[in-house]
């Protein structure tokens, strides 16, 4: 396990007990402060391997997740502040995931979560509480977005250009190949100096 590459494919066996999880609370009921067990099965926290190499993909994926209006072709919102607790969940049944969906929730560089989309709506005060977080699924056809302002959006229907992200790659790629030639130059046209410091 310790050399074993983390993949999409592969990221549940990287699971670590929820019982010692830092992030417990957020499952916890309030009244008893105890976990639900019969959800523990529905709740998997990743070790930090697994949690960081989700922050990366998720870094590497950004571009769906900053404005969705230019990357889904449908995005609906909610302002769960002026909402009960009830009408967010009926929201979020609405958004039509199936309750056994597994979805990935990366809180930090070292904390994340495989869990279904009925443990998201049974929980989703704890998750979101008062963060900005990302919600998503392997097939990044769909993604939720909460604001720490109490702002949640749903962006579905993913339209990438595949064509048009490698001519961003290319351009990138040019663009860092020219500074790099241009340090080059510099560096061969400049006078050599010699170090007064060495004999």
Sequence with gaps: MRYKKVTLENIEEFAIPLSTHILKWKFELEEEQELYKEFEDQIIPLNDKASAFLWDFEFSQKFLFLDNSDYFKETDYIFAGAKTSEEVKKWLYQRGIKFDTKVIWTSSKNHAFVLTWKMVIKFWDGIFFASDEIIWDKTLNWVLNSHHDGVLDFSK???????????????????????????????????????????
């Design 157 to 199: 229907n993913r339209i990438y250009d595949a064509n048009k992200a490698s001519e961003e790659i290319a351009k990138h790629n040019e663009s860092i190949k020219e500074f790099q030639d241009k340090i080059l130059q510099k560096s061969l046209s400049s006078k050599y100096i010699p170090n007064p410091f060495r004999s």
